[in-house]
């Protein structure tokens, strides 16, 4: 596609409800990233992608999250039992290459809120 | 991990006036990147830097990297009111985390017209 393309943009969910969330990179891409973004605060690592697999997934705050990439392409973030605190900005980026060398390209975030 | 301190945490300026961020790390950097987030967007990548010592411009923009590498910095000349965003530096980890992006904690910048 032409961007990162992220779904849903908006999320309202009831606490303790599990949500799905979703992150199209661009073609192409390698490396995929998700972070989280409080309100006015700074990016919050989660997890990345090499293709399909995941060498790092130590930002994921609790074993509540998780995330899985398929074909080398969409990714899914899952967030079970929900909490009022996980509601964030969910930010995926996508690179051409896993070095962290090249530049990262943004989706418009899922804003999630959890009431 | 790797880990970036970037400073100040905010900055408020008069249209017109400089303004300086800065990334700073106690290991040696392979590269650092900078990134812009407009208020309600989502980050846009405005460069990466390599180069012990590099020094690049873009328009009233220039970046700096540390001779050391374990430090950045972004300045602003005469800023205006679209310059109004969060700045981020961001970094490459290494080891079994390589390709790991990881972000400074970013500067916010407001401009008064």
């Known amino acids: 596609g032409a961007g990162v393309s992220q779904s849903p943009s908006n999320k309202v969910t009831e606490k303790g409800k599990d949500v799905e969330l979703r992150c199209d990179p661009i073609?192409?891409?390698?490396?995929l990233y998700w972070y989280r973004q409080s309100l006015g605060q700074g990016l919050e690592f989660l997890i990345y992608f090499q293709g399909n697999s995941a060498p790092d997934k130590s930002g994921l705050p609790s074993d509540r999250f998780s995330a899985e990439r398929t074909g080398g392409s969409v990714s899914t973030l899952t967030i079970q039992r929900t909490q009022q605190e996980d509601s964030a900005v969910y930010l995926c980026a996508s690179s051409r290459i896993p070095t962290a060398n090249t530049e990262a390209f943004f989706g418009q975030g899922t804003r999630l809120t959890v009431v | 991990g790797q880990q970036v301190m970037q400073i100040p945490q905010y900055q408020h300026v008069q249209e017109g006036e400089d303004f300086t961020t800065y990334c700073n790390s106690s290991t040696t950097l392979s590269n650092i990147q900078w990134y812009k987030q407009r208020p309600g967007g989502h980050p846009v990548f405005l460069i990466q830097?390599?180069?012990?010592?590099e020094v690049k411009k873009q328009k009233r923009l220039t970046f700096q990297f540390g001779e050391a590498k374990k430090n950045s910095s972004l300045h602003i000349t005469a800023t205006q009111t679209t310059d109004v965003g969060t700045y981020f530096c961001a970094v490459g980890a290494g080891g079994t985390s390589y390709g790991k992006l990881t972000f400074g904690q970013g500067t916010i910048l407001t401009v008064h017209p």
């Open positions: 073609s192409g891409h390698t490396a």
């Open positions: 830097l390599v180069k012990s010592g």
